[in-house]
C-alpha cells in the first residue's frame, strides 16, 4: 500500500470507494410483470407500470428480494429483516415517474465485507457498508437524432442491487481486485451476471486524495463506468486532477462527474448539476419490507459454495499452490470442469494441463469452458492413459493436440496412430542393439568414461523407437549393456 | 315517479321484476343529463352510446334471468378512475387527450357486476379542492339553492362534486367518488346524499389516478345507505394489484343496514365542538344523538385530543406525496407538452401550463416540506402527529363501536366565496381529514336542513374494516331523519 | 419559517414548473400563509412517537417473479406528444 501520487507539494494518498450497480437476475422487473432480457425491441419490455401512466402501482417480485438477500449473505454481511422503500425524486427523460424507487433510510442488507488478493499474493478486506434494492431508470439515447434524445424504458424498472462500500481503498490497483472479486461472488451466487459492456454490473467510483495522515477531503463521484479497466484509469485521472487543484491553491468540489476514456479524463456531468435535493420520503404505495428468519435460512442453504471457500478446499484436498486454485475458481464453470477432470486423478498433473496446454488450446481457438476444445471426461482419459503408462507423457502432448483438431477420444488416437509406449524388452533390446552396434566408437567413448554420452545413446534409441520406448525400461537395459 | 327518481334499490327490483329497462333507464338518465348538464356542469363526459350499448346488453342478461348485482343500473363515474377507451382527465389540463388502454379495478368491478355508465363525472384538478371550483373544466352547480337566494350559485363540495350533483339531481343513480381528506362525505353532507369513505385498503387504488397515495379511498355516493352498500359491495375487493389493499372478504355491507344500534355505544368526541360552530350544526349533532339513543344505543363522551391537528397534519402530508405522484406529468409519455428550449424547460412550460393554481399550490408547499432542511421539521413531525391521531382513535374505539360527529362545519357556500382564502377553504375538511389520516371508515348521511334550507349531513365514523356498523348507524340516523326534503334542480 | 422569494424560486424549479416573475410575490404570500397556518404543529410534543408513513397496518405483499406484462408498446406509446418510431422523443439532453 505504498501507491501515491507525487505533487509538487509531496506525495498524496488516495481515498477510494465504489457504489456498484448489479442488474438482479430475474425474470421479470421488480415492481411490475414486464420482462427483463438486455436487448429487446425499444420499449417492447414496457409495462404500464414502468411507464408511470396514472394510477399504476408497485408490486413487488419475491425472487428479486430473494437475490438480495442471497447477495448479503455471500458478502457476509447482516440482513434487515425490516426494511423500506423511499422515494428519490428527480425529474429525467429517462425517470418516467419522477422518482426511483429505492431504498434510503432502511436497506435490506448492512455491513459486510469483501476479501481481495492484490498481485503480490498481499490480502486484503474491503468493508461494504450496504446493499439496497432500487429500480434502474431506462436508456436515452442521444446520438439518433440532432435535435432529440430518443427514450427507451426497456430498462426502467429492471431490479438493481446498489452495492456500497466503505472508502476502504487507496490504490486502482485495490479497486479493480475490488470489482473482479465482486463480480466473481455475484456471478457464484447467480445474483448477476457481472456483464459490463452490457451494463448489468456498473460503477460509481468515490475519489479523494490527502496528504499523508490527514483525515478526508472532498470527494467526487465518478458515475457509470464500464469496465475495471476504465475505473482503474478513472480513478488515477481523477486523483491527479484534483491534487492539481488543491497544488494550485483551488478547493476541490463535491460533483459528479463522468470519465472519457478516449482523453483519459474526467468531467462534471451536466445532467446532474441541479438535481441534489432529492427529497427522499417512504414510498407510499408500498409497505414496510418484512423478512421471516425461516427464509432467510432457507435461501442460506441453497446457496453455492463460494469462491474463498472452494480455493482454500482446493489448496486443501489437492494439494494446489493457492495462487493455481486462485486460477481455477476465478469461474464456477471453471472449477466444475477442473473437478470433474480431477476427480479421482492426480489433482495436480489434472491442474497443469488444464492451466497448461487446455487453456492455450482454448484461448488460441478463441473458446470458452462452456465450450471447451476438449471435453471434460477426454481430458482424464488422456491423464489416465499416462497414469497407466499406456502413452509417456511426450506422447501425451502430441495426443492432446490431436484431440483437440480431430475431436476423437485420446484411446482412439494411441490406437490408431499407434502411440502406446513400448514395455516388451525385447523389443527395446533390439533396438538398444542396434544403437551400440552402429555407434561402436560411442560405446567405446563411453566405457572410457565419458558417462554424459549415456543421454545421447538414452535419445538414439527413443528416435529409433518414434518416442513410444517407456523412458525407465529404456535406461535399465542401456546401464545393463553398457555395464 | 319518473324513472330517474328512484332508488338504486328500488331501480335494481324493477328492473329484476323486467318491469323497466336498462335501456329505458339509462335513456331517462341520458335524457335528464341532456336537459341539465350545460348547466349543473356534473359531467365532463357523457357515454351516451356506450351507456345504451351496456343498457342492451344488460336487458339481454336480465331477459335470460341472468343478472349480477348492478345488471342495467346507471351510473356515473368520477373523472379521476381511469376507463379503458373513454378520456380521463382528473380535471386537469395536463393530461391533455389522454384515453387509458386500461380500467381501473373499481370501475371493472362495477363493470363485472353489470353496471352501466353514463358519463365521466367533473372533480376538483386531480381531487385537490373542496367545491369543485378547481376544475379545469369548470365549477360545478349545486342542485340546492338557499330559499331566500335562489340565484346564487352554490357550490357542490368537492372534490367529487359532479358525483354528489349527478345523483342529487337523479343524473345518476350512484356514482363513484374519492375521498383523500373528505371528498367524498363533503360534498355528499353539501348535496344532501350519502357518500361513504371505506377502510383504507378496502378499494384498490389500482387505476385511479393518485394524489395522496396513503390516504386516498374509493367509495359511493348515491341517494340511500342502503344505496351506497350496494355500490361499496361492488367496488371494494382484494387487489394484487395494489400493494396496499387488504386481502380480506368483502361483507354483505346491504344486510348491515337494517341492523339497528340496539345495544351499540356510540362516541361523541368533545373535541369536535369546535368554538364558533354554527347552532344549527350543533342542533343537528345533538338531534342525531338522540335518534340513536331512542333506537337503542348508548351515547358515550370519548376524547380525540390530537384532532385539531389533523387538518395541518393532513396538510403536510397530502401535498408531500402529491408533490411526487403528480412529477409524471411532465410531457413525455402521454399527456399535455409545452415545448421549451431545452427538456427542462419543456418540463417547466408544460408543467406551468398544465395544472391549475391550487394544485401548483400544493405541489410547492409538497415540494417544500420535503426539501433539504426542512423534511424533520415538517413531514417527519407531520408523521409522528399522524401516528398520535391514529392512536386516539384506536384508544376511542377501545371504548364505542362508532363515533357520530357533524360531516362538515357548514352547508354550501356559494361560489368564488372561498377561492381567494386557501386555508378558509381547508377548513371545511376539519370533521372528515381524520379519518383519512386513521384509514377508518367514515359515512355522511343526510340529517336535516339548516335556516336556508340546505342539506346538511351527519358523520358516523367506524372502527378499521368495520363499515357494517357504519352502515348501521348510518341507516338508523337515516330511518329517523326521514330525510325527504329535494333539491331545486333536480331531473 | 416563511419563504422568501429566492426560496419560492427554488421550490419552483425543484418541482419543474415555470413561474413568471409577477407571479413570485402573490405565490410567496399564499405559501407563507399555508405555512404559518401549518405550523400549529410545533404546539405537539412528539417525543419518542413512531412516525407513521400510512394507514395500511400491513407489511409488503411479494408477487412471483413471473413475465405477466410488457409487448405492449404500442399502447404505451399510443399517447406519446413526441414520439419517433418505437421511441419516446425529448429535447436533446447533453450528459
Ligand atoms: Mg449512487
Ligand atoms: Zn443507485
Redesign the interface.
Known amino acids: 500500500m505504498s501507491y501515491t501520487i507525487e505533487g509538487k507539494t509531496g506525495a498524496w494518498e488516495l481515498v477510494i470507494g465504489l457504489e456498484v450497480h448489479a442488474q438482479v437476475i ?3 422487473k421488480l415492481f ?4 427483463t432480457e438486455f436487448g429487446a ?9 414502468d ?1 408511470a401512466f396514472p394510477g399504476m402501482l408497485p ?7 430473494a437475490q438480495a438477500v442471497r447477495t448479503g449473505l455471500g458478502l457476509n454481511a447482516q440482513i434487515n429483516t425490516w426494511s423500506r422503500f423511499d422515494r428519490k425524486n428527480y ?1 429525467y ?1 429517462d425517470l418516467p415517474a419522477g422518482y426511483q424507487i429505492s431504498q434510503y433510510q432502511h436497506p435490506i442488507v448492512g455491513t459486510g465485507e469483501i476479501e481481495i488478493e492484490l498481485e503480490d499474493g498481499s490480502t486484503r478486506i474491503i468493508g461494504i457498508t450496504r446493499l439496497h434494492l432500487e429500480q434502474d431508470a431506462g436508456k ?3 446520438d ?10 426497456n430498462r426502467a424498472g429492471v431490479a438493481l442491487m446498489e452495492i456500497v462500500s466503505e472508502p476502504d481503498m487507496r490504490t486502482p490497483e485495490e479497486a479493480g481486485a475490488y470489482l473482479r472479486k465482486l463480480r466473481t461472488i455475484l456471478r457464484y451466487l447467480g445474483t448477476c451476471d457481472g456483464n459490463m459492456e452490457e451494463g448489468s454490473m456498473r460503477a460509481d467510483v468515490n475519489v479523494s486524495v490527502r496528504k499523508a495522515g490527514e483525515g478526508f477531503r472532498t470527494r467526487c463521484e465518478v458515475k457509470n463506468v464500464n469496465s475495471v479497466r476504465y475505473v482503474m484509469q478513472a480513478i488515477e485521472a481523477e486523483a491527479r486532477r484534483q491534487v492539481e487543484v488543491w497544488e494550485s491553491g483551488g478547493e476541490v468540489e463535491q460533483e459528479t462527474r ?1 470519465f472519457e476514456p478516449a482523453r483519459g479524463i474526467t468531467r462534471p ?3 446532474k448539476e ?1 438535481a441534489h ?1 432529492y ?1 427522499y420520503f ?1 414510498d ?1 404505495d ?5 423478512l421471516d428468519e425461516a427464509w432467510i435460512a432457507e435461501l442460506k442453504s441453497g446457496l453455492p459454495e463460494l469462491p474463498d471457500a472452494k480455493r482454500a478446499r482446493f489448496v486443501r484436498d489437492y494439494g494446489l499452490p493457492s495462487y493455481d486454485a486462485g486460477v481455477l475458481v476465478a469461474e464456477q464453470a471453471t472449477a466444475d470442469f477442473y473437478e470433474t477432470v480431477a476427480k479421482g486423478r492426480d489433482a495436480k498433473a489434472a491442474a497443469n494441463l488444464l492451466m497448461g496446454d487446455f487453456f492455450a488450446a482454448m484461448n488460441r481457438l478463441g473458446r470458452s469452458i462452456e465450450n471447451p476444445p476438449v471435453s471434460a471426461a477426454d481430458l482424464g482419459g488422456l491423464l489416465d492413459l499416462v497414469a497407466d503408462k499406456t502413452i509417456n507423457g511426450r506422447i501425451a502432448k502430441e495426443v492432446f493436440e490431436a484431440m483437440v483438431e480431430t475431436g476423437q477420444p485420446p484411446a482412439a488416437i494411441v490406437e490408431a496412430k499407434g502411440l502406446r509406449q513400448v514395455t516388451d524388452t525385447g523389443a527395446i533390446e533390439a533396438a538398444i542393439d542396434k544403437v551400440l552396434e552402429a555407434n561402436a566408437d560411442k560405446v567405446a567413448e563411453y566405457r572410457g568414461g565419458k558417462d554424459k554420452l549415456f543421454g545421447f545413446f538414452v535419445g538414439q534409441t527413443m528416435k529409433a523407437m518414434a518416442g513410444k520406448g517407456n523412458p525407465a525400461l529404456v535406461n535399465d537395459v542401456l546401464k545393463r549393456k553398457l555395464g | 315517479m319518473s324513472l330517474t327518481d328512484l332508488t338504486l334499490a328500488e331501480a335494481r327490483a324493477k328492473l329484476r321484476a323486467r318491469e323497466v329497462t336498462s335501456a329505458e333507464l339509462t335513456g331517462a338518465f341520458l335524457e335528464a343529463i341532456g336537459r341539465l348538464n350545460k348547466r349543473l356542469n356534473a359531467y365532463i363526459t357523457v357515454t351516451a352510446e356506450q351507456a345504451m350499448e351496456q343498457a342492451r346488453a344488460a336487458d339481454a342478461a336480465l331477459a335470460k334471468g341472468q343478472h349480477g348485482p348492478l345488471t342495467g343500473i346507471p351510473l356515473a363515474i368520477k373523472d379521476l378512475f381511469c376507463t379503458r377507451g373513454v378520456r380521463t382527465t382528473a380535471g386537469s389540463n395536463i393530461l ?4 387509458p ?1 386500461y380500467e381501473s379495478t373499481v370501475s371493472a368491478n362495477l363493470l363485472r357486476d353489470g353496471a352501466v355508465f353514463l358519463g365521466k363525472a367533473n372533480l376538483d384538478e386531480f381531487a385537490m379542492g373542496s367545491s369543485n371550483e378547481t376544475s379545469a373544466f369548470g365549477g360545478v352547480e349545486n342542485p340546492w339553492k338557499r330559499r331566500q337566494d335562489p340565484d346564487a350559485v352554490l357550490v357542490p363540495g368537492g372534490s367529487s362534486g359532479g358525483s354528489a350533483a349527478a345523483v342529487a339531481a337523479r343524473l345518476a343513480l350512484g356514482a363513484t367518488a374519492t375521498d383523500t381528506g373528505g371528498s367524498i362525505r363533503q360534498p355528499a353532507a353539501f348535496c344532501g346524499i350519502a357518500g361513504i369513505k371505506p377502510t ?2 378496502r378499494c384498490s387504488r389500482w387505476g385511479t389516478v393518485a394524489f395522496a ?3 386516498d379511498q374509493a367509495g359511493p355516493v348515491a341517494r340511500t345507505v342502503e344505496d351506497c352498500a350496494i355500490l361499496l359491495g361492488s367496488m371494494a375487493g382484494f387487489d ?1 394489484k395494489d ?2 389493499s ?2 380480506r372478504p368483502v361483507p354483505d355491507f346491504a344486510a348491515a343496514c337494517g341492523r339497528g344500534v340496539k345495544g351499540m355505544r356510540i362516541g361523541v368526541p368533545r373535541e369536535y365542538r369546535l368554538d364558533g360552530m354554527s347552532d344549527e350544526i350543533e342542533a343537528l349533532w345533538k338531534q342525531g344523538l338522540d335518534w340513536l339513543r331512542e333506537a337503542g344505543a348508548e351515547i358515550v363522551d370519548v376524547s380525540l385530543p ?1 384532532t385539531k ?1 389533523a387538518l ?2 393532513y ?2 402530508v397530502a401535498p408531500a406525496e402529491a ?1 411526487s405522484n403528480l ?1 409524471r406529468y ?8 409545452v ?11 408544460t ?2 401550463a398544465g ?1 391549475g393554481a391550487e394544485v ?2 400544493r ?3 409538497g ?2 416540506v420535503l ?1 433539504a432542511g ?1 423534511y424533520d ?2 413531514y ?9 391521531i ?1 392512536k386516539d382513535f384506536t384508544d376511542a374505539f377501545g371504548q364505542v363501536d362508532a363515533i357520530v360527529t357533524p360531516s362538515t362545519p357548514t352547508a354550501a357556500f356559494g361560489q368564488g366565496e372561498r377561492m381567494d ?3 378558509a377553504m381547508y377548513l371545511n375538511d376539519v370533521f372528515t381529514v381524520p379519518a ?4 377508518i371508515p367514515g359515512m355522511s348521511v343526510p340529517a336535516g336542513l339548516n335556516a336556508d334550507g340546505l342539506p346538511l349531513g351527519l358523520q358516523v365514523l367506524g372502527k ?1 374494516f368495520d363499515e357494517e356498523s357504519v352502515f348501521a348507524v348510518s341507516a338508523a340516523i337515516e330511518r329517523a331523519a326521514a330525510f325527504s326534503a329535494r333539491p331545486a334542480v333536480m331531473a | ?1 416563511s ?1 422568501d422569494p429566492a ?2 424560486r427554488r ?9 413568471e416573475e409577477a407571479e413570485v410575490a402573490k ?1 410567496q404570500g ?2 407563507n ?3 404559518g ?8 410534543n ?1 417525543d419518542g ?25 404500442d ?8 414520439r ?12
Open positions: 430475474s425474470n421479470a411490475s410483470g414486464a420482462a425491441e425499444p420499449n417492447s419490455q414496457v409495462s404500464f407500470v411507464a408490486v413487488i417480485n419475491r425472487e428479486c428480494v425529474f427523460a436515452s439515447l442521444h439518433q437524432n440532432p435535435t432529440k434524445s430518443y427514450i427507451d424504458l463522468l456531468m451536466r445532467s441541479d435535493d427529497r417512504p407510499p408500498l409497505l414496510p419490507l418484512v | 391533455g387527450p389522454f384515453v388502454p383504507y385498503g397515495s396513503s390516504l394484487p400493494s396496499t387488504a386481502d390530537y391537528y395541518p397534519t396538510y403536510i408533490s412529477a411532465d410531457g413525455v409519455r402521454f399527456g399535455l407538452r415545448d421549451g428550449e431545452d427538456l427542462a424547460d419543456l418540463y417547466e412550460r408543467r406551468a395544472f401548483k399550490r405541489v410547492m408547499i415540494t417544500y426539501s426542512y421539521a415538517y417527519l413531525r407531520a408523521q409522528k402527529v399522524r401516528a398520535l391514529l382564502d386557501p386555508v383519512n389520516l386513521a384509514g378499521p | 419559517m419563504l426560496t419560492v421550490i419552483a424549479r425543484l418541482a419543474r414548473i415555470h413561474v405565490l399564499e405559501l400563509g399555508i405555512l397556518w401549518i405550523e400549529q404543529l410545533n404546539e405537539v412528539v412517537v413512531e412516525p407513521l408513513a400510512g394507514a395500511a397496518q400491513m407489511s409488503l405483499r411479494m408477487r412471483d417473479d413471473v413475465v405477466t406484462d410488457g409487448g405492449i408498446a399502447q404505451v406509446l399510443a399517447n406519446a406528444p413526441g419517433a418510431g418505437a421511441f419516446f422523443t425529448v429535447p436533446k439532453v447533453v450528459e
